[in-house]
């Protein structure tokens, strides 16, 4: 059975950091695309961030560009996702998700089939 768990939410004043940790279990997806959304109350869950297959090519939606990381530890089959300079906006739930197969739409949560419990992000102006 595949299992994410993430770790890492919090509170934190802007400007601050956080650094968000998904432990998959159960198959390993060093090959596969593991991403991170996020969803504000009332919203739509948006992808926020996704690292692909063994090379490890990250993307990033606009909105976080040069202030999240990405990051994989295959050997602890762990998704990383670093955030720095946050901003209030950047406050809702974060999900980590895994899919079972290369796909090139790593923006689309229906492309994932794989989710953790989400965890809490806020950030207070």
């Known amino acids: 059975q595949v299992q994410l768990v993430e770790s890492g939410g919090g509170l934190v004043q802007a400007g601050g950091s956080l650094r968000l940790s998904c432990a998959a279990s159960?198959?390993?997806?060093?090959?596969?695309?593991m991403g991170w959304f996020r969803q504000a109350p009332g919203k739509d869950r948006d992808f926020v961030a996704a690292?692909?297959?063994?090379?490890?090519?990250?993307y990033y939606t606009d909105s976080v560009k040069g202030r999240f990381t990405i990051s994989r530890d295959n050997a602890k089959n762990t998704v990383y996702l670093q955030m720095d300079s946050l901003k209030p906006e950047d406050t809702a739930v974060y999900y980590c998700?895994?899919?079972?197969?290369?796909?090139?739409?790593?923006?689309?949560?229906?492309?994932?089939?794989?989710w953790g419990q989400g965890t809490q992000v806020t950030v207070s102006s």
């Open positions: 998700a895994a899919a079972p197969y290369y796909t090139a739409n790593y923006q689309l949560p229906r492309e994932y089939n794989y």
């Open positions: 159960g198959r390993t997806f060093s090959s596969y695309p």
């Open positions: 690292i692909i297959g063994r090379s490890g090519g990250t």
